[in-house]
């Protein structure tokens, strides 16, 4: 109908059409490229390259080119020529593709869009939910240490309280001058063990305020193995005989000479394994085995100790090791102590690089296995510390002869320290702070100084400085309450020769004197 409204005959009609098939099968590339308009191509391949899927675009592309030769004639020098009708529908058919690409890559943008969104939204839902999760946890868990510290302070009040009563009371009973020698002496002895009670109670809180701080550092010497392990025993053995108890250690390997490691916090983890076992033993026996196998450049120290007590319940067993949180309030109350032994214990064996396991039945006893790892030493090179401790630890016997300066504010500690050290023999002079110490150093001669840290004027530490940078060989014990490791570091290294936390030790003081006494000067002035 199109070529007639052209006013193209049948004839030439006719024409077109042998023409297009003859030109098709005779050479199908070759019709396209004389008949393919170079407008539809263009567009098909700039839509092709805006995306893969755009090859749709070609398909009709290429069956409307097939009906080229249908709008065609031939001229006549033997060319084909389009009609100006043609013309003008390749020109709009080539404005319609880029339209129809523009819009393609449009809604593939927006539905790549609309495909991040969905997949945002899914992860933010993901990612509040597990937000939601972890504070849920954290506000329990929060509350659960909230609950058990305040379980573990009304427990301490009840801990601090019982050996207070029994120290003011039976302090209040020593005032009547009516009372026998007999009862006197029971009541001394009452007072001096609720106090060691109580000391021990602060120390224990002490660790594991330092455990917690992350300030617990070893302190490593070295010691003879045997008589270390020995001594643990020989430490609790009164306890176990006053409840009727059989304690028995056994080895069951050879044992080296000579071990170096934190021998003050090993023994203290022994101490409440063993202690443990002997509180909640009530008969039967606490058996202790310790055994040590050879690595290449340690040894790796196991030691199991068994006894035949109440056990501890199946839901209890994780607990027993947690800070602040005791296996039951209502068993801690009946038993006594802070609940924190096992956790300082597990932090003491974790430090040596080891770590402590329990089995346990209800009625049955437990089993704590403590392992951790010391270093080896040579015997013949070195000489163990533990020798001047055993030394420390022995009864004292004087006399001390010595003129001591005793750098201290408090009254009542000046009477004291006085009254223990003119008993022992040594003749004391007073300084009520640092400045004081330095005048009475430059017109005296003392064998020793025993230095408080907190004065007034100048304090023990800036006083022993000064000392030091007066090239004052005068050996410097510090008396202090502050009783952290880091504290005695700095006293240390402030000029200090050696130290001693408050309560003082009677025993360990003069022992301490004598040493510094026969030594004579101190390491930190040379000679």
């Known amino acids: 109908d199109k070529l007639i409204q052209l006013g193209v005959g049948d004839q030439i009609a006719s024409q077109v059409i042998e023409l297009f098939i003859l030109r098709l099968f005779r050479s199908p590339f070759e019709g396209y490229q004389q008949l393919f308009p170079w407008q539809v191509l263009l567009t098909a391949i700039c839509a092709f390259l805006i995306h893969p899927f755009a090859g749709f675009f070609i398909i009709p592309s290429t069956i409307f080119c097939l009906w080229?030769?249908?709008?065609?004639?031939?001229?006549?020098?033997?060319?084909?020529?389009?009609?100006?009708?043609?013309?003008?529908?390749?020109?709009?058919?080539?404005?319609?593709?880029?339209?129809?690409?523009?819009?393609?890559?449009?809604?593939?943008?927006?539905?790549?869009?609309?495909?991040?969104?969905?997949?945002?939204?899914?992860?933010?839902?993901?990612?509040?939910?597990?937000?939601?999760?972890?504070?849920?946890?954290?506000?329990?868990?929060?509350?659960?240490?909230?609950?058990?510290?305040?379980?573990?302070?009304?427990?301490?009040?009840?801990?601090?309280?019982?050996?207070?009563?029994?120290?003011?009371?039976?302090?209040?009973?020593?005032?009547?001058?009516?009372?026998?020698?007999?009862?006197?002496?029971?009541?001394?002895?009452?007072?001096?063990?609720?106090?060691?009670?109580?000391?021990?109670?602060?120390?224990?809180?002490?660790?594991?305020?330092?455990?917690?701080?992350?300030?617990?550092?070893?302190?490593?010497?070295?010691?003879?193995?045997?008589?270390?392990?020995?001594?643990?025993?020989?430490?609790?053995?009164?306890?176990?005989?006053?409840?009727?108890?059989?304690?028995?250690?056994?080895?069951?390997?050879?044992?080296?000479?000579?071990?170096?490691?934190?021998?003050?916090?090993?023994?203290?983890?022994?101490?409440?394994?063993?202690?443990?076992?002997?509180?909640?033993?009530?008969?039967?026996?606490?058996?202790?085995?310790?055994?040590?196998?050879?690595?290449?450049?340690?040894?790796?120290?196991?030691?199991?100790?068994?006894?035949t007590g109440i056990g501890i319940p199946a839901d209890m067993l994780e607990a027993v090791f947690r800070p602040f949180l005791q296996a039951d309030s209502s068993f801690t109350r009946k038993h006594g102590g802070t609940g924190l032994g096992l956790t300082i214990t597990l932090r003491i064996a974790e430090a040596m690089g080891g770590h402590v396991e329990v089995e346990s039945a209800e009625g049955k006893g437990s089993r704590f296995i403590f392992q951790a790892y010391v270093d080896k030493v040579d015997s013949v090179k070195v000489k163990p510390a533990t020798d001047i401790s055993a030394?420390?630890?022995?009864?004292?016997?004087?006399?001390?002869?010595?003129?001591?300066?005793?750098?201290?504010?408090?009254?009542?500690n000046q009477r004291l320290l006085t009254h223990i050290l003119e008993r022992a023999g040594a003749k004391v002079e007073l300084a009520e702070n640092g400045q004081q110490v330095l005048d009475k150093l430059s017109s005296n001669s003392y064998d020793v100084v025993l230095m408080d840290v907190q004065m007034p004027v100048m304090d023990g530490l800036q006083a022993a400085r000064e000392v030091r940078k007066q090239k004052n060989p005068i050996p410097i014990i510090a008396v202090t309450a502050y009783a952290m490791q880091r504290d005695e570091g700095m006293c240390l290294k402030a000029g200090c020769d050696d130290f001693i936390s408050k309560p003082i030790d009677t025993n360990l003081l003069l022992h301490k004197i004598a040493k510094w006494k026969k030594v004579g000067r101190s390491p930190h002035v040379s000679a």
């Not at 890559?105 to 933010?124: G, K, P, T, V, Y």
């Not at 045997?226 to 050879?254: G, T």
């Not at 004292?396 to 009542?412: Q, S, V």
């Open 68 to 307: 080229v030769p249908l709008f065609v004639v031939e001229t006549e020098t033997g060319e084909l020529a389009s009609s100006p009708y043609f013309d003008r529908l390749m020109s709009d058919f080539a404005i319609l593709m880029v339209v129809a690409g523009v819009c393609f890559l449009i809604a593939r943008n927006m539905m790549a869009a609309f495909d991040q969104l969905a997949h945002a939204n899914e992860w933010l839902e993901k990612e509040v939910r597990s937000r939601t999760k972890d504070l849920r946890h954290a506000k329990e868990k929060a509350e659960t240490a909230d609950r058990a510290k305040s379980e573990f302070l009304a427990n301490m009040s009840h801990e601090i309280r019982t050996p207070m009563t029994s120290i003011l009371g039976y302090r209040q009973l020593l005032e009547d001058n009516n009372l026998t020698k007999g009862d006197r002496d029971s009541f001394v002895h009452t007072i001096r063990k609720n106090s060691e009670h109580l000391l021990g109670l602060i120390n224990e809180i002490l660790d594991i305020s330092k455990i917690e701080s992350g300030r617990f550092v070893l302190q490593k010497e070295h010691c003879l193995t045997q008589k270390f392990f020995d001594d643990v025993i020989v430490a609790m053995r009164a306890q176990a005989q006053k409840k009727k108890l059989e304690l028995e250690i056994n080895y069951r390997s050879n044992l080296p000479k000579l071990i170096y490691t934190d021998t003050l916090r090993l023994r203290q983890a022994l101490l409440n394994l063993v202690g443990n076992a002997i509180k909640f033993t009530n008969q039967g026996s606490v058996k202790v085995e310790v055994g040590m196998h050879e690595l290449k450049d340690r040894w790796k120290l196991i030691v199991l100790v068994a006894d």
């Open 391 to 412: 030394v420390e630890t022995e009864a004292f016997k004087g006399p001390i002869d010595a003129h001591i300066l005793l750098a201290e504010d408090g009254a009542d």
